[in-house]
């Protein structure tokens, strides 16, 4: 299994800029890809971006676009989401989970189709 931990949650005034992390743990050496789920109160956990284990595919949510951008370092097993232009309703707990993928080339955006989840960072960006 392929355990990821988020980190660098917090507050942030609108129209700012924070990075999360997501490090991994486990069977490193599978190739995996690893995308970024959140979940407002009362709503459905929704995709927002994913990277394969490859980097080649990157795929974003339409409402994070030319805001947001998803990068790998493998060197220390961490994928980072950086985000910029943050709006309100960006305000969510963020989740990365990690899917196994042997192609090493696809990154999904079902959310079915990741098994291992982190514990979530909270984002909050008022207005």
């Known amino acids: 299994q392929v355990q990821p931990v988020e980190s660098g949650g917090g507050l942030v005034q609108a129209g700012g800029s924070l990075s999360l992390s997501c490090t991994t743990s486990g069977r490193t050496y599978s190739s995996y890809a690893l995308g970024w789920f959140r979940q407002a109160p009362g709503k459905e956990r929704e995709f927002v971006a994913a990277i394969s284990w490859s980097s080649d595919d990157r795929v974003y949510a339409e409402f994070v676009k030319g805001r947001f951008n998803i990068f790998r370092d493998d060197s220390d097993n961490t994928v980072y989401l950086q985000m910029n232009s943050l709006k309100a309703e960006d305000t969510a707990v963020y989740y990365c989970?990690?899917?196994?993928?042997?192609?090493?080339?696809?990154?999904?955006?079902?959310?079915?189709?990741?098994?291992?989840w982190g514990q979530g960072t909270q984002v909050t960006v008022s207005s």
């Open positions: 989970a990690t899917h196994f993928d042997p192609s090493g080339r696809l990154a999904s955006t079902n959310r079915n189709e990741y098994r291992y």
